[in-house]
C-alpha cells in the first residue's frame, strides 16, 4: 500500500496511498521500556513510505511508534508489547490486515486492544462490515486526513493511559487496603494470641475461676472446678451456684453475694461446696461483680487440706484441753489419795511406835515371867530331882521345855516385827566374816546335831545389813541342819556364784527336801510342813529370811525336792 500526503484543509499533509517500495527500509521502533510515560502505538503495513507517513502525523502525540511490515511481524510485536491502538492496513500481501486482526482477536492479552483499519476509500460496505466484526473500532481511508488520524489514535492513547492510570490507582489502592489488611490482621493475630496466652492462664490455673452471671448459672469455668468438684463441665453449666453450696453453708453465701453485688466491690469468704462423690471441699472465695455486664467473676482456691488440719488442730486442742481437766481432777484424787496415804503413813508411824513400845514391853515384861519359869523348872529338875516322882519331873520338864519354845516364839516374833517397819540401812559386808560369825553364834547347835558346815571361801562382799543378814544366814543354815532324816548327818555348804553386779550365795543341805507345790508358801509366817518333837520351831525364820533380804533390796528362793536336799539361794548386790 502506498500513502500520499495530500495538504489538508489546515494546511497539514494527507497520507496517500502509493505503490509498494521493492526494497523495504528498516523499521524503526522505539521500546516501550525506554519511556515509561509513554503508550505504544503499532503501526501496521507492508509499505514504508505509508508507515514513515503515518509516523510523521502520529509523532505529534509523543508515543513510542512501532512499526510492523507485516501482520506476522505484528503478532510478534504484541507478543512482546501491549499497545494503547493498532494502525493496521487492510490489504497487505500474505496475511492482511483481517487474518492479522482476527489472530489478535484470538489472544488474551490482546482481545480488547483497539484497532483502527487504514483502507481506500473505495473499500466497499461489506469490506467495513467485516472490518467491524472483527473488532475494529475504526476505519481511516485513504487519503488520510492528519488531524482525523491524530484525533483518533490520540483517543486511545488518552484511554489506555487513563486505563493505566486507574490500573496504578487501584493498584496502590489495593496497595494500601492490603497493607491495612495485614496490619489489622497482624493486631487481630496478635490479640488473639494474647487471648490464647490468657486463656492458658485460665485453663491452667490451680485455682477453680470462673464468670457467671447474675442468674447464679456459670457462662464460663476452668477445668479445676472438675478436678476438686467432681461433676463434668455440663453437669456444672446446668447447675445453679447456690446448689453447688453445701446446705448448711447456702444461706450465708447467698447473704454474702447479694452483699458484693449491693457493694459492687469484691468479697471474700468461706463456704463449703458439694462433690460429686456425696461428700463437700472448702472454698475459698474471691467473687468480683460487675454491673454493667451483670457478670460475677468468681476465684475459689479448696483449702480442705488446710481447714481439715485447722479442725485436727481445733479437735486436738479440746482433747488436751479434757486431758488437762481429766488431769487435773487425777492430780486433785492423787493429792488426796498422797494426803489420805500420809495420814496413814503418820498414823502408821505412831502405831509402830506403839508396837516398839509394846515390843519393849513383850521382851521385857513378857519374857521375865517366861525366863522365870524356865529356871524354876531347872531348879525343880535338878535340885528336887530325888522329891519328885516321874510325872513330877515329866511335868517340871515340860514347864521348861515350853516356856523356851514360848520365849524363842516371843523372840523371833518381835524379830519379825521390827523388819516390818525399821528401816535397813545398808553396806558392803564380808560374808566369809559374817559367816564366822553365824557359825560361832549356832556352834553349841551345830555340836549337838552333829552337822558339818562347809563354806566355799573366798565369798564376796555384798551390800546389807550385818544383823539382819546375820539372822538370814543363821535361819537357813539352823534350817538346813535341822531338817534332815532321823541318822543322817546333817551337811550343810554355802558357796556363791556372780551374776552380773549381783552376787547369789547358795545354802544348801543334804535334808529331806521339800516338795515344790509348797516352795512358795514356806515363806509365809507360821507356815510349817514339819512339826512336832522331830523338827522343833515357830514357822516364823523363812518369813523372817524372806523379808528381811527383801528390804535390803534382795531376792529369795529354794530349790527342793522330798529326799534329795534343798539349795536356798539369796540375791544380793555385790559390793565390790
Ligand atoms: P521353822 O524352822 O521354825 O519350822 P521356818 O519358817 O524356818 O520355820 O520353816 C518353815 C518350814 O519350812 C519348816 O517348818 C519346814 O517344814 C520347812 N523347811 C524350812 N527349811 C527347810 C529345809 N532346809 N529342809 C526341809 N524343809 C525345810
Known amino acids: 500500500m502506498k500513502v500520499n500526503l495530500e495538504p489538508t484543509m489546515n494546511g497539514k499533509p494527507r497520507l496517500r496511498k502509493a505503490p509498494a517500495s521493492p526494497v523495504a527500509p528498516p523499521v524503526t521502533q522505539t521500546p516501550a521500556a525506554a519511556s515509561p510515560h509513554r503508550v505504544n502505538i503499532l503501526m501496521v503495513d507492508d509499505t514504508p513510505e505509508n508507515l514513515i507517513a503515518l509516523e510523521a502525523v502520529i509523532a505529534v502525540l509523543e508515543q513510542n511508534i512501532i512499526q510492523a511490515r507485516s501482520g506476522e511481524e505484528a503478532l510478534r510485536l504484541l507478543l512482546k508489547h ?17 487474518e492479522t486482526a482476527s489472530l489478535i482477536r484470538q489472544r488474551k492479552n490482546s482481545e480488547h486492544t483497539p484497532i483502527i483499519f487504514v483502507t481506500a476509500i473505495s473499500t466497499t460496505e461489506t469490506h467495513m462490515y467485516k472490518g467491524y466484526s472483527l473488532g475494529a473500532v475504526d476505519y481511516i481511508f485513504t487519503p488520510v486526513m492528519p488531524d482525523v488520524l491524530r484525533t483518533k489514535v490520540g483517543v486511545f492513547v488518552e484511554l489506555l493511559k487513563k486505563t493505566e492510570e486507574m490500573k496504578q490507582q487501584s493498584e496502590q489502592l489495593r496497595l494500601i487496603e492490603e497493607k491495612e489488611h495485614r496490619r489489622m490482621l497482624g493486631e487481630a493475630t496478635e490479640r488473639l494470641e494474647l487471648q490464647t496466652k490468657r486463656n492458658r492462664f485460665f485453663t491452667l ?13 456459670f457462662k464460663q469455668l476452668n477445668p479445676t472446678w472438675q478436678k476438686v468438684l467432681g461433676f463434668s463441665e455440663e453437669e456444672l453449666y446446668r447447675t445453679h451456684l447456690l446448689d453447688l453450696v453445701h446446705t448448711d453453708d447456702r444461706e450465708s453465701f447467698q447473704k454474702q453475694l447479694l452483699g458484693v453485688r449491693a457493694a459492687n466491690a469484691p468479697g ?29 467473676y468468681l476465684f475459689a482456691r479448696d483449702v480442705t487440706g488446710r481447714k481439715r488440719a ?15 481437766l481429766l488431769l487435773q481432777t487425777a492430780n486433785s484424787e492423787l493429792q488426796a489419795e498422797i494426803q489420805t496415804r500420809q495420814r496413814a503413813e503418820e498414823a502408821l508411824q505412831e502405831s509402830n511406835a506403839a508396837l516398839e513400845a509394846f ?11 517366861l525366863r522365870a519359869m524356865q529356871g524354876f523348872g531347872k531348879v525343880l529338875l ?29 523372840q523371833d516374833l518381835l524379830i519379825f516385827g521390827r523388819l516390818g517397819h525399821t528401816k535397813l540401812e545398808t553396806k558392803p559386808i564380808e ?43 543363821m535361819n537357813l543354815i539352823s534350817n538346813g541342819c535341822k531338817f534332815v532324816a532321823s541318822g543322817v548327818i546333817p551337811k550343810v555348804l554355802v558357796r556363791h556364784e556372780l551374776i552380773g553386779d549381783r552376787v547369789k550365795l547358795w545354802i544348801e543341805d543334804n535334808g529331806i527336801g521339800i516338795p515344790a ?60
Open 382 to 410: 535338878e535340885d528336887y530331882q530325888t522329891v519328885l516322882d516321874e510325872p513330877g519331873r515329866e511335868y517340871a520338864m515340860r514347864i521348861v521345855s515350853a516356856s523356851t519354845r514360848m520365849d524363842q516364839l516371843i
Open 517 to 576: 507345790e509348797h516352795h512358795a508358801r514356806i515363806f509365809g509366817v507360821f507356815e510349817r510342813l514339819h512339826g512336832g518333837d522331830d523338827y522343833p520351831g515357830t514357822g516364823i525364820g523363812l518369813a523372817i529370811v524372806k523379808k528381811g533380804i527383801e528390804r535390803m533390796g534382795g531376792e529369795v528362793g529354794v530349790q527342793s525336792e522330798p529326799g534329795n536336799g534343798s539349795r536356798f539361794w539369796i540375791l544380793l548386790p555385790n559390793a565390790a
Open 205 to 217: 490455673s490451680i485455682d477453680m475461676l470462673a464468670i457467671a452471671g447474675f442468674g447464679g448459672f
Open 359 to 369: 515390843s519393849y514391853s513383850v521382851s521385857h515384861d513378857l519374857r521375865a515371867p
Open 310 to 324: 485447722e479442725q485436727e488442730i481445733k479437735q486436738l486442742n479440746e482433747d488436751l484441753h479434757q486431758r488437762a
Open 268 to 296: 471474700y469468704f468461706e463456704s463449703r461446696c458439694n462433690c460429686r462423690d456425696g461428700g463437700y471441699r472448702w472454698l475459698d472465695w474471691t467473687v468480683a461483680p460487675f454491673q454493667e455486664e451483670e457478670l460475677l
Open 431 to 473: 560374808l566369809d566374816d559374817l559367816l564366822r560369825e553365824v557359825l560361832d553364834s549356832i556352834a553349841e547347835e551345830l555340836h549337838e546335831r552333829n552337822a558339818k558346815v562347809t563354806v566355799n571361801t573366798p565369798l564376796p562382799m555384798v551390800m546389807a545389813n550385818k544383823v539382819t543378814l546375820g539372822q538370814v544366814l
Open 82 to 98: 501491549d499497545f494503547a491502538v493498532i494502525l493496521l492496513d487492510v490489504n497487505m500481501p500474505g496475511m492482511n490486515g483481517f
